[in-house]
Structures are given as C-alpha cells and as structure tokens.
C-alpha cells in the first residue's frame, strides 16, 4: 500500500511572519497520520523551516535546485546545500521552470541525479499544455518527460522517486483535470515506470497537482494510481492545507 503525500508548493510567496503564521497553522491542526505532508518554501526560507518545523511530523523541502555539486555557478543552491537545511523532498522540473526558465527535460534529468546523490526525495513534476492536450499530445508529452528521467538515473532510484503530474493548463487556474482524466494519465506513467521495474513502480507516490482544493481533493485522491497532492494556492492557507491532508487520509 502507498502512503498518501501532500506537498504545499509556496512558490514565490511568504515572509517570515506570514510564514511563521503558517507553519504553526499547520503544525497545531494536524491531526492525521494517514498521509505525510511537507511544504516547499523558497530557499531563504528553509532555515526557518528547519528551525519551526523540526520535531514535527511535517517535513520542508525546496522548489528546484543547481544541476551542479558546487562552484562557479552564481545564484544556484546546490543539493548539498539543501540537505544542510534538513530538506527532505526538492521539486525538479516545475512547469513554472520549465517555461519561465527554459529548463529542458535534460537539465531536469540532471538535478533529479544531483538530488539523488545528495539524497534528497526529488518530485519530479510533468504535464502537458492545454494545447498539446488539444493535439492528442498529453502520452507523448508526458512520456517524454518522465523518459528523459529515466534514462539518467539508476534502476535502483527508481524507488526514491516521486512524481506529480501537473496539467499546466490546471495549475493556478482554478481548472482541475477531472479525477478520471487525472487517473488515466497517472496509469500511463505508472506503466511507464513499471516498463523499468514493475515492483518499484508499484511503490513510487504519483501526486496530482493543478488546482486541487478542499472541496476536489477527496475525489481526486479516491483514484487507484493518485497518491497525493501538490498543491499551490491552496496550502498558502493553514485550514485549506490541512482539509486536503484530511481529505488524503
Ligand atoms: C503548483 O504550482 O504546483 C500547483 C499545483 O498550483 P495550484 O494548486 O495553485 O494550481
């Protein structure tokens, strides 16, 4: 049986009060022990995670990180860096970075090895445009993402993965994938991973993410291969976060 994950992706959001604010929020009306959570917050942030959070069954992690162990490389934050701030999990390959960053499926495949190796749990985020949707596109899009991947780590990691597919046209737009739509195409990356080893797929998390809130999330994660969450706008609010981590359990 998989566990049930909820991850809140903060984004570029947050200050230390309002952050602080949150986290208690969070870590007094957690109940459950159903499903693990944990929050992304931006990388100045992560000592404050580390400092507000230790101790608490709610783990941190960040939103993307170098490709690169170290050097010359100004303004990126290496894994190892990360690990120094008690990170658990490192989303790689947000469509945020992919589009605003030009991050291509290689450079994704990159940092999901160099999260590896520092091990770090890297949440590789894939999913289609609304226009590659409307082409009959999402297999082949999301396929090549997840592949690229793939071809770069060990067999061996395939376990230490967790994936989230995150349709791009439901991400902060309040338009959900339907709970059948989403399930289809978390079938099909399962497949994919089970073409590499059919017992490691059948324990990797795959999260949903795009819009998911309070009131879609229960049905969302009833689907057989929907594991979890990652959530955006809806974990910037402590009773929203912990209705979803509810509805997970
Ligand atoms: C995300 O950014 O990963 C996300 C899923 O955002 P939202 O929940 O706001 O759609």
């Known amino acids: 049986m998989r566990r049930k994950l909820v991850i809140g992706n903060w984004k570029m959001n947050g ?14 009306g957690l109940t459950s022990t159903g499903a ?16 507000e959070l230790a101790g608490t069954s709610i783990g941190w992690g960040a939103q993307d990180l170098s490709a690169h162990a170290g050097g010359a490389y100004t303004g990126e934050v290496a894994a190892g860096m990360l690990v120094d701030f008690g990170c658990r999990y490192v989303l790689v390959g947000h469509s945020e970075r992919r589009a605003y960053h030009h991050e291509s499926s290689a450079l994704v495949a990159q940092k999901t090895v160099a999260a590896l190796a520092a091990g770090l749990t890297p949440v590789l985020c894939i999913g289609e445009t609304l226009e590659e949707r409307e082409a009959g596109r999402t ?33 902060g737009t309040g338009r959900t994938a339907t ?23 059948a324990g990797v998390q795959i999260l949903y993410g795009g819009s998911m809130k309070p009131d879609n999330a229960k049905e969302l994660m009833a689907q057989a291969d929907i594991d979890g969450g990652l959530i955006g706008g809806a974990a910037l609010k402590a009773a929203d976060f912990l209705a979803i981590i509810s509805a997970a359990a």
Not at 15 to 28: D, K, P, V
Not at 39 to 48: E, G, S, T
Not at 146 to 162: E, K, N, Q, S, T
């Open 139 to 171: 297999a082949a899009v999301v396929g090549e993402q997840l592949g690229a991947v793939l071809a770069a780590i060990a067999v061996a990691d395939l376990a230490r993965l967790v994936l989230a597919y995150e349709p791009v046209w439901a991400i």
């Open 36 to 51: 693990d959570c944990a929050v992304c917050a931006p990388a100045p942030y992560l000592a404050q995670c580390q400092a």
């Open 179 to 201: 709970p059948q739509m989403a399930q289809d195409v978390h079938q099909l990356l399962r497949a994919q991973l089970a073409g590499v080893d059919p017992v490691a797929a």
């Open 15 to 28: 200050n230390r009060a309002a952050n602080s604010a949150l986290l208690s929020g969070i870590a007094a």
